[in-house]
């Protein structure tokens, strides 16, 4: 009994959340929308997969979001209802699933560009209602404002001023990245001991530690590109927490320590892992290195912990990856402790640690007309100077590179005596590809000619054999009167 009484109990709650977000996939879209000051809209199709995978974020999102103050409407239109989501799709130039757009007042007003998980949704949405800085009139409303679990930008002002005008106008054009608030009673204002007008980031209390301020205060002029940099360069501190919503924001090059953060169940253990990276964040920002650090929940990066080639199971403590300016991938081998991060993170500067690469190994015999290039082979075979390549990036499951392939062979075996042509093949979901070959779509193909290396050319002619030997006798470095 019991148990069938629990599920009856989660489904009700899942039903709860389910209904929180309006279906107005009707054919009174927009008078129904028009009911709303804001409101984040999802076009979709039952069938889409994204959709599927977006729903119950975007369910969790609307259960929080329906009691903001002010509140903030969650709405879904199935783009295949005939009964009107159909028309309302076309009227607003939906053409893939899921499209996120926000409405002001029952009016289009842009397209979501925020995160597509729950806290990210919430944070985003959040910033879009009401004025873009937060009057706040009393002490107890400018606790709760710094009190939250994001970066608090807060303006205290005993009156007008240029610096005033300046955060205002940060705050207008920056209220998708940020909180702002601003105070001119003087009750607050004594309070915080700001009596000259002031800008103040106030970190939020789950982040404080004995390592860094719990605010900072902006000393540049008034400038509202200005505070937008200062605030770019110190919202993070110095390991910031990264999460699906913020971690395009964190600069490079950056050193992650990804464990079971969790902020909400167990924020003193996360805060203990945290702090141990702060001793070596700090120790080398007194030294003046540029590197930045950051922490991150494991089960929220499966993919970038696969992209190291890193264990995403849970285990006690964290493990540790970098990327440099360049975006090429390093991994801490030893255990985590404070001396070897600090050792790893050195090593890595000074540029010790071998680059990280994601490879299929090395193939024993490639003798073929069509050469298997991988990860570790890539230099020795497309990078070699001598020699003009042409390299296929594909993926196993494409149903177009499957019908290049047989192609691709004939071309290759039409090839295979020419020695300065070499024609090549990757699967670029298996093995990491350089930043000069930007693999968007597959397949893709490259042309790397003996001295142009650094600049390959993406192709894009046909793919029929005859096309690619058309291209070949344009472009050989060598081989022109043989092709």
């Not at 605010?215 to 590109?225: I, R, T």
């Not at 702060?278 to 003046?288: I, R, Y």
């Amino acid at each position: 009994m019991f148990s069938w009484l629990s599920l009856l109990v989660v489904c009700a709650l899942a039903r709860v959340n389910a209904d929180d977000v309006l279906d107005y996939s009707g054919d009174d879209f927009s008078d129904r929308i028009g009911e709303h000051d804001v409101a984040l809209v999802e076009f979709f199709a039952p069938w889409c997969g994204h959709c599927k995978r977006l729903a119950p974020e975007y369910e969790k999102a609307a259960t929080v979001l329906k009691d903001n103050d002010p509140p903030v409407a969650l709405v879904k239109v199935d783009c295949t209802s005939e009964s009107g989501g159909k028309d309302t799709c076309s009227k607003f130039g939906v053409s893939g699933y899921p499209t996120l757009k926000i409405f002001r007042g029952g009016e289009f007003s842009s397209e979501y560009q925020g995160p597509r998980e729950q806290n990210g949704i919430v944070s985003f949405m959040r910033k879009q209602v009401g004025p873009s800085a937060k009057p706040v009139l009393d002490k107890d409303a400018m606790e709760k404002f710094i009190g939250n679990s994001e970066p608090s930008v807060v303006g205290f002002f005993a009156e007008d001023s240029d610096l005033k005008k300046a955060f205002l106008k940060t705050a207008d054009n920056n209220r998708d990245d940020y909180r702002f608030a601003y105070t001119e009673a003087r009750d607050v204002i004594d309070k915080y001991g700001y009596q000259d007008d002031a800008v103040v980031l106030f970190y939020p209390p789950r982040l404080h530690n004995k390592f860094e301020e719990k605010q900072l205060v902006y000393e540049g002029k008034s400038s509202e590109n200005k505070i937008k940099t200062w605030l770019k360069d110190n919202v993070l501190g110095l390991c910031g927490h990264m999460t699906d919503g913020n971690a395009d924001k964190f600069k490079k090059p950056l050193v992650v320590a990804y464990y079971d953060v969790d902020y909400v169940k167990n924020a003193k253990g996360s805060n203990y892992w945290r702090n141990r990276v702060l001793k070596v964040a700090t120790k080398l920002k007194e030294e003046g290195k540029e590197v930045y650090f950051a922490i991150a929940a494991r089960g929220d990066f499966y993919g970038q912990l696969s992209e190291f080639g890193l264990d995403s199971s849970s285990s006690d403590k964290p493990v540790v990856a970098a990327r440099d300016t360049s975006d090429d991938k390093f991994i801490m081998k030893d255990e985590f402790s404070v001396d070897n991060l600090e050792k790893f993170v050195r090593d890595f500067l000074d540029g010790k640690v071998k680059r990280y690469l994601k490879s299929e190994p090395v193939p024993e015999d490639n003798d073929g007309p069509v050469k298997v290039v991988v990860a570790e082979n890539f230099d020795e075979i497309v990078m070699d100077d001598t020699k003009d390549v042409l390299i296929e990036f594909y993926a196993p499951w494409c149903g177009h590179c499957k019908n290049l392939a047989p192609k691709w062979d004939e071309l290759g075996e039409k090839l295979k005596d020419t020695e300065s042509i070499v024609i090549a093949k990757m699967d670029a979901t298996a093995n990491d590809t350089p930043g000069a070959f930007k693999v968007s779509g597959f397949p893709t193909i490259f042309w790397a000619p003996a001295g142009g290396k650094d600049n390959p050319e993406k192709y894009n002619g046909g793919r029929e054999v005859d096309d690619f030997m058309s291209f070949l006798k344009r472009k050989a470095t060598h081989a022109r009167d043989e092709l």
